[in-house]
């Protein structure tokens, strides 16, 4: 059986009917295209799913979708404004926050809660705050290094 569930996903309002079980990250991904946001493990350990949901981070393979009524869901998508990159994915460019590129979006999402909640004074409280976003590819020094930047 189907629900309502109406939000706004970068600015534009939504409304569909899922099953309760479908999670925000399939929500996205399958129901509505958005496949910037990853998915990696799909139960809470890789980070790669993050998005905001009314500006605070969450790893969308946790959150029921419509645990999301009414609320306003960012994602990688909705962060640079037209054809001007947010400052943070400017940062992971110069830096080379990234090899292969599959955790970027969950890094990306993370780094910018990391400087907005204050959690970013320090390489160590940036390390700390990161700790959920896993990069295979070891990419950590110069994710760190961008997200220092963008804090200056
Ligand atoms: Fe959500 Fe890994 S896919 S934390």
Do not use: W
């Amino acid at each position: 059986e189907t629900m309502p569930l109406s939000l706004t996903i970068n600015g534009v309002k939504q409304s569909v009917r899922i099953e309760p079980r479908v999670t925000l990250l399939d929500l996205l991904r399958e129901r509505l295209h958005l496949t910037g946001t990853k998915k990696g493990c799909d139960h809470g350990q890789c980070g790669a799913c993050t998005v905001h949901v009314d500006g605070q981070r969450v790893n969308s393979c946790l959150t029921l979708a419509l645990t999301t009524e009414g609320r306003n869901v960012t994602t990688i998508e909705g962060l640079a404004d037209g054809d001007n990159l947010h400052p943070m994915q400017e940062a992971f460019l110069e830096h080379d926050g990234f090899q292969c590129g599959y955790c970027t979006p969950g890094q990306i999402m993370s780094a910018v809660c990391c400087i907005r909640e204050g959690h970013a004074n320090t390489p160590d409280e940036v390390r700390e705050y990161m700790s959920g976003n896993i990069c295979r590819c070891g990419a950590y020094s110069n994710i760190v290094d961008a997200i220092m930047d963008v804090k200056q």
